[in-house]
């Protein structure tokens, strides 16, 4: 089957560094091996996500050089306008049994699970009798989760190596729509992948943990999973994960400060491509590109990119 990639921002603020870097990687990995691109804007909170902020990326990946072969300004390629397929998604996991109601606050669910920052794996309202789900349903509108089983779920990323999460014990039941209605991150992800036909997901090592709760999404809607790549996070010279509020990194600064050659020079270099971080440009990129030299550990920004 023919390798197919794919560009996944949420429109919540202009592209920084850390979000170039893993699009750069996933760009690289497809086009080396010739194969395509799909551009999906994931914009389904409708609070954080404003359409600019996408139009605006699209330009910033132009003006690299980072093309992409479907999606993009195309409306059928962003979330909010494909929650039919979220709605099926989650008719087809109801009548499995595998869903139900929450009522719990979000500070109820840190609360039962103070070490771990994590939903409780006994999320009390599993067990709420239809008559008591009618009852709380008069008083507040849910968000619903979907069953974890006790079942160990593992693979094989591509630059991680192996990982595996027991998901009842390490994650629990998880939420798949929110009480105001809107589709969570991990349902929407797993349909759309399966739906444009992605065979590889190259995206940030802080989602490595989600993967295994998509892996059991793919099973269970009885879809075929990608294969992933988990790529290093850029590190701030204090120590943190580069952010959106990073400011001093995003693509407007970075844009008037280097050319296209210049800054995928420095990212090729962060990422194990060149020995020096000398202007290159990403035709030139993709011909030698080798996932054996992208280091797998947190990278932090060379100096020559912190003004
Ligand atoms: N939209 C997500 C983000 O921008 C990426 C999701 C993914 O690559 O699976 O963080």
Known sequence: MPLKGRFAPSPSGRMHLGNLFSFLLAWLSARHQGGRLVLRVEDLDPVRCQPAYAWQLMEDLEWLGLDWDEG???AAYWQSNRSHL?????????????????????LQRL???PHTHQ????????????PE?????????????????HKTLSF????????????????GDFPIKRADGAWAYQLAVVVDDAAMGVTQVVRGRDLLSSTPR????????GLTAPEFYHVPLLLAPDGRRLAKRDADLDMGVLRRRFS?????GLLAHMAGQQAAPTPISAPELARDFSWARVPREDIPVIPALLS
């Open 72 to 74: 993009g300004s195309s």
């Open 86 to 106: 979220y709605a099926a998604a989650f008719q087809a996991l109801s009548a499995q049994g595998l869903t139900y109601p929450c009522f719990c606050s979000r």
């Open 111 to 113: 609360n039962e699970a």
């Open 119 to 130: 939903v409780s794996p006994s999320c009390p309202c599993a067990g709420l009798t239809s």
């Open 133 to 149: 789900v009618s009852a709380r349903m008069e008083e507040k509108a849910p968000s619903y989760r979907v069953r974890v089983p």
């Open 156 to 171: 094989t990323d591509g630059l991680q190596g192996f990982y595996s999460q027991d998901l009842a014990a390490d994650c």
């Open 214 to 221: 998509q892996l059991w999404l793919y099973q269970v809607l």
């Open 260 to 264: 296209p050659e210049g800054l995928l």
